[in-house]
């Protein structure tokens, strides 16, 4: 098994981030994405990842500084965690999940906790795989998405979300809102371009709220902060495929029936 190697301030701008590697679209994207992971190492942020040209890594830190809507105090949140193409079944996923395991018992955490859907949605963890590594359901909300956690005691108390997702809808009615972070380096170059011209073309109003601090992340109306979109107030998506013109109808009136 190949090595595993973990980015910090200091080798952060000769490594890659695994997402986005030769996409000359997303180039600005793409750093965005890094100047965030510089910052978040300050807050304890970890991004561990295979020590090669692959997609093959795993992002957390602690739940208290999660730029998701969670409430998990002493817990390590994990956020992208990906296997990808030939390194899939071959363990990488088990060992990388270990590592975060054994921080968080050096750390004296009470486990981990990670945001998922109900169903596969696109840019989170595989929800049938990590119940399989032990992983409960701590909570899931009408929107579709599933608060998992890994405690190390039963006795320790519940990561729960917090009260801005549970209506599963964003303040604004009308249109199309999307809510997104630099978390992701495909998620500002698709959602303030592709998906402006996708709703100019068919006269949908459009409001485009970028998560600047964790705090507003902490109170966002949904629990996906990398990318979420919503349509005359209801929660869709996670799929950033809908901002392109090429894709949104078919994802749209899929989600609808």
Known sequence: MEKFIELNTE?????????????????????????????EFGNGYVFRRLDARAKVFLEYGPAENAWVPITAPNYLNLNCFWVSGKYKKNGYGKALLQ??????KTQNKNGLVTVVGTKKF????????????GFKEMERISSGF??????????????????????????DKKGIVVYYSNRCPFAE???MQSLVETAEKRKLPLKVIKLKTMAEAQNCPSPATIFSLFLDGRFMTTD?????????DKVIEKLKN
């Not at 608060?147 to 964003?170: T, Y």
Request: aromatic share 10%.
């Open 11 to 39: 080798n952060i701008a000769s490594e890659h981030i695994c997402c986005a590697i030769s996409d000359k679209k997303c180039v600005d994207s793409y750093q965005a994405k890094k100047d965030w992971l510089k910052k």
């Open 122 to 133: 696109h840019f989170m963890s595989d929800t049938k795989w990590l119940l399989r590594q």
């Open 99 to 104: 590592s975060a395991i054994e921080d968080a």
């Open 189 to 191: 170059f698709h959602a």
């Open 146 to 171: 599933s608060l998992l956690a890994l405690k190390f005691k039963d006795s320790f108390d519940n990561p729960r979300f917090n009260e801005s997702v549970q209506s599963g809808e964003c303040p």
């Open 240 to 248: 950033l495929s809908v901002c392109m013109d090429s894709r949104y």
